[in-house]
């Protein structure tokens, strides 16, 4: 079965940077879309970006353009979140996820396969 896993979460100071990792099993990755979403306390869980099969169209939320990176490895079957000038405002739990059907998007009922969340935490 489809199975992501989501690590690299953590406790930061704002100004600092994290990256996040979610491996993928269960299917070929290089078929799949991938795209990251967090949940912030009290909140639905919202999307932070998008990245296609190759990897070269990619979608961020305003709010996070230009301080986040979405990437793939493909023979590593990885998709990656880098983050930086965190702020505590980003502190929530980021969830990977994965869809094969190409009409993917930033809502939830998107995607079809979810990981179980990282928390990030980001102090002031």
């Known amino acids: 079965q489809v199975r992501l896993v989501e690590s690299g979460g953590g406790s930061v100071q704002a100004g600092g940077s994290l990256r996040l990792s979610c491996a993928a099993s269960?299917?070929?990755?290089?078929?799949?879309?991938m795209a990251w979403f967090h949940q912030r306390p009290g909140n639905d869980r919202e999307f932070v970006a998008r990245?296609?099969?190759?990897?070269?169209?990619?979608t961020y939320a305003e709010s996070m353009e230009g301080r986040f990176s979405i990437s793939r490895d493909n023979a590593k079957n990885v998709a990656y979140l880098e983050m930086s000038s965190l702020k505590p405002e980003d502190t929530a739990i980021y969830y990977c996820?994965?869809?094969?059907?190409?009409?993917?998007?930033?809502?939830?009922?998107?995607?079809?396969?979810w990981g179980q969340g990282t928390q990030v935490t980001v102090s002031s």
């Open positions: 996820a994965s869809t094969g059907r190409a009409n993917w998007g930033r809502l939830i009922r998107d995607y079809d396969y």
């Open positions: 990245i296609n099969p190759s990897g070269n169209s990619i």
């Open positions: 269960g299917l070929t990755f290089s078929h799949y879309y």
